[in-house]
């Protein structure tokens, strides 16, 4: 089975900028969720989405949105970006509908923002 | 607000040592606190996982104890290896399918 896929791997945008990262979770895999990883604050948790459906958020301004399609692909989105949004976005997929054991990660999106 | 605290941030310990990395939360309403190890360049992948009605849980030679009590849990890795070397984060999850994610020790483990 091919694991999580996230495009594009990195990415160069300018402040106030928007942009979109997508993800493909493991085949049959209908959650998923996205983290933004920083060296200072580690993995902060951005949202989940099942069966299209966002069914957690975290504690992030609403410049930062995502979606979710019929094929359980996702897509994040970020607007008027920030210096401080440079940072590694993943995401993660996983099977089961309620509180799943293993979350499976992609390898992520390098954001950088100048 | 950090969630779960992790601490050390860095830590270097000798080929078969133990390496041990501390993890604490507050929320008692967390149900599952699993660990994840990241190579560079990588996504986190699952090491292990322990549930709050267990003390201790091990896979090879990675363990987990959890203090319910304290609201306190460990990963022990023993007779560490340079291919441990990696960063490892603690996790506690909450509401079905939300993790809060200590902010990661950086392991080197030097032959």
């Known amino acids: 089975k091919a694991g999580v896929t996230q495009t594009p791997r990195y990415l160069i945008k300018t402040r106030g900028q928007q942009v979109t990262l997508s993800c493909s979770p493991i085949?049959?895999?209908?959650?998923v969720s996205w983290y933004q990883q920083t060296p200072g604050q580690g993995l902060q948790f951005l949202f989940e989405y099942f069966s299209e459906t966002q069914r957690n958020k975290g504690n992030f301004p609403g410049r930062f949105s995502g979606r979710q399609f019929s094929n359980s692909r996702s897509e994040m989105n970020v607007s008027t970006l920030e210096l401080g949004d440079s940072a590694l976005y993943l995401c993660?997929?996983?099977?089961?509908?309620?509180?799943?054991?293993?979350?499976?990660f992609g390898p992520g999106t390098r954001l950088t923002v100048l | 607000q950090q969630q779960v605290k992790q601490s050390p941030q860095s830590l270097i310990v000798q080929k078969g040592g133990i390496s041990i990395i501390n993890c604490a939360y507050e929320?008692?309403?967390?149900?599952?606190f699993p660990w994840y190890q990241q190579f560079p360049g990588k996504g986190p992948a699952l090491l292990i996982a322990i549930r709050p009605d267990v003390s201790e849980k091990k896979e090879g030679r990675f363990t987990i104890s959890f203090n319910k009590s304290a609201k306190q849990f460990s990963l022990h890795i023993m007779d560490s290896q340079p291919g441990d070397s990696a960063t490892y984060f603690c996790?506690?999850?909450?509401?079905?399918?939300?993790?809060?994610f200590g902010t990661g020790t950086s392991l080197t483990v030097i032959p």
């Open positions: 993660a997929s996983s099977s089961v509908a309620a509180a799943p054991d293993t979350q499976y």
């Open positions: 996790a506690a999850r909450y509401t079905g399918n939300q993790f809060y």
């Open positions: 929320n008692t309403a967390f149900d599952y």
């Open positions: 085949s049959g895999h209908r959650s």
